[in-house]
T-cell receptor, first 112, second 111 residues
Framework: EPEVTQTPSHQVTQMGQEVILRCVPI?????FYWYRQILGQKVEFLVS????????KSEIFDDQFSVERPDGSNFTLKIRSTKLEDSAMYFC??????????FGSGTRLTVV | RKEVEQDPGPFNVPEGATVAFNCTYS??????FFWYRQDCRKEPKLLMS???SGNEDGRFTAQLNRASQYISLLIRDSKLSDSATYLC????????????FGKGTTLSVSS
């Protein structure tokens, strides 16, 4: 069964550093997403990406965040100047037209 | 008011029990409804979509009441492997737009 692949599975970074979280969506999917889940909290939408541009973003997705699809396979989330409160599980997801999401297994980001 | 609200539980039930989870949503324009399952520190996985007519998938039955903005999930004959957090999820608009998650209801099934 096709999978959404995320790397790394766990990243530790110092406060103020930039991190890039990587995702390889399922190849024929059209919509790509980033969600985050702070420990013990709900899953929260960050951003959706369709047709090589952001189609929707939440109030969480401010100037600190950016997304890119640098080639035909990768989808990245960059977090600049990380803060302690950015520590969370970050999930990438992809979706073909009109059907359900497939989530990746997540990247656990720890900011120290 | 939270957009999607669930009783956090935990629900502790013996194997074979029937358990029901409830969820309410605040945005009456919401279009699509789902139940996801999340195991500890894992990604959410789609359990089932929820339709206005109600739908069943094996031991799982989902119901939607648009007038009351209420969604339910019934699990019959609980198994140990059903132990997980069950997430009520709403999509505001057409396919492709963001999913809004509830915080989840934790189920623990014991032998």
């Amino acid at each position: 069964e096709p999978e959404v692949t995320q790397t790394p599975s766990h990243q530790v970074t110092q406060m103020g550093q930039e991190v890039i979280l990587r995702c390889v969506p399922i190849s024929n999917h059209l919509y790509f997403y980033w969600y985050r889940q702070i420990l013990g909290q709900k899953v929260e939408f960050l951003v959706s990406f369709y047709n090589n541009e952001i189609s929707e973003k939440s109030e969480i997705f401010d100037d600190q965040f950016s997304v890119e699809r640098p080639d035909g396979s990768n989808f990245t989330l960059k977090i600049r100047s990380t803060k302690l409160e950015d520590s969370a599980m970050y999930f990438c997801a992809s979706m073909p037209e009109g059907l359900g999401y497939t989530f990746g297994s997540g990247t656990r980001l720890t900011v120290v | 008011r939270k957009e999607v609200e669930q009783d956090p539980g935990p629900f502790n039930v013996p194997e074979g029990a029937t358990v029901a989870f409830n969820c309410t949503y605040s945005n009456s324009a919401s279009q699509s409804f789902f139940w996801y399952r999340q195991d500890c520190r894992k990604e959410p996985k789609l359990l089932m979509s929820v339709y206005s007519s109600g739908n069943e998938d094996g031991r799982f039955t989902a119901q939607l009441n648009r007038a009351s903005q209420y969604i339910s999930l019934l699990i019959r004959d609980s198994k140990l492997s059903d132990s997980a957090t069950y997430l009520c999820v709403v999509r505001r608009r057409q396919a492709g737009t963001a999913l809004i998650f509830g915080k989840g209801t934790t189920l623990s099934v014991s032998s």
